[in-house]
């Protein structure tokens, strides 16, 4: 059975503890995949921007272990998947920044990288810009 690693698991870290099945452990090296899943603000720390007016809300022992996961992991060569909050780390890590505070609707449409159109939520704030980072050049297809 395949493995899952949830970023930044431990205990003490709430917004995990829905996620209970045997198919998840708690051995970052055992895992065939990391999933980081959302939460507050990346801190602009890891992207090398200044907080623009204040509206980023972040936690920095979160961000300290988050980032320590998603580094081991890009180390162990470990697939990684990132929903809402750390999609965000996975633009930051890539060399990429965070666009601010965006003002954007609620609902609008994305097209996948096959071409299909989807539907989706968009209450975040803040969006990945991976605008200047180059295929194969810090992320990977």
């Known amino acids: 059975m395949r493995k899952i690693y949830v970023v930044a698991s431990s205990s003490d870290c709430g917004y995990a503890n829905w996620m209970q099945h045997d198919g998840f452990t708690k051995d970052i090296e055992k895992a065939d995949l990391v999933l980081g899943l959302g939460g507050s603000d990346v801190s602009s720390n890891y992207y090398g921007q200044p907080d623009k007016g204040n ?63 989807l539907l989706v939520n968009s209450t975040h704030h803040n969006m990945q810009n991976v605008l200047d980072l180059k295929e194969n050049e810090g992320f990977y297809k």
């Open 55 to 117: 509206f980023l809300n972040n936690d920095s022992r979160l961000d300290e272990r988050e980032y320590a996961d998603f580094q081991k992991a890009i180390k162990l060569g470990k697939k990684i998947i990132g929903i809402c909050k750390s999609s965000q780390w996975g633009a930051a890590l890539a060399g990429g920044s965070i666009f601010q505070h965006v003002n954007h609707p609620f609902c609008h449409k994305i097209t996948t990288f096959d071409g299909k159109v």
